[in-house]
């Protein structure tokens, strides 16, 4: 078994969440070629609803962030934002009505540009479920949102601080395993809610009331 296939394992015996799904997409998506995009260079440790995670991801392999100077035709845009403000990293699933579940749409590894994380979408309903990819957090939260084509629907993410959890961070050492890198903290899981504001006209995230 290569090392990539026993990393998902742990995985899987350690998640049951939405991460060990990120973890799994990634390793589907090396093997269909993609190698360059699932690099473990950590393994994190953590109680709650981010036990476990591999970094390292390289770029290309998330969606990217959007801020276009102006609307798209047929485009609406949903921006979230945490208050108060957070260098999180986003992970959405969105809820398939065909199948009646949530799949993922875009976990980010990296803070987004102006601390919105601006996505681009049909009009229509949308549900979609938050959380973060370097945030722990007690439970993901839940969102319906309409889109407007031209509009933008902001999406207020409100975080409380909730209970202490465990982390171990393992730095891996290739060529000594023996020597690898521990590091044990504790980390604040948030508690964390989500609610869809009034439609505003399309604007670049920096001109936007809550960017400030």
């Known amino acids: 078994m290569t090392r990539g296939a026993d990393q998902v394992n742990f995985l899987r015996s350690h998640l049951g969440t939405v991460l060990a799904g990120t973890a799994r997409n990634a390793w589907r998506g090396s093997r269909r070629g993609a190698s360059r995009c699932l690099q473990p260079i950590k393994r994190i440790a953590v109680a709650g609803w981010l036990p476990a995670l591999l970094l390292g991801f390289a770029g290309g392999c998330a969606t990217s962030d959007v801020n276009p100077s102006a609307a798209r035709v047929g485009r609406g845009y949903v921006d979230l934002y945490t208050v108060p403000r957070t260098e999180a990293w986003w992970m959405l699933d969105v809820f398939d009505p065909r199948r009646q579940s949530y799949k993922e749409f875009t976990a980010q590894f990296k803070a987004p540009g102006e601390g919105i994380f601006r996505v681009e979408a049909r009009p229509g309903r949308h549900k979609a479920r938050i959380s973060f990819v370097n945030q722990a957090v007690e ?15 902001p999406v207020e ?14 730095d891996d050492r290739a060529k ?30 920096q001109n936007t009331a809550y960017w400030k």
């Open 139 to 153: 439970a993901p939260a839940d969102v319906e949102v309409e889109v407007r084509e031209g509009m933008i629907t």
């Open 157 to 170: 993410v409100k975080l409380s601080p909730g209970d202490k959890t465990y982390v171990r961070v393992v």
């Open 176 to 205: 000594n395993i023996h020597r690898n890198k521990v590091t044990d903290y504790t980390q604040t899981r948030w508690q964390i809610s989500a609610i869809a504001l009034p439609f505003i006209p399309y604007t670049a995230k």
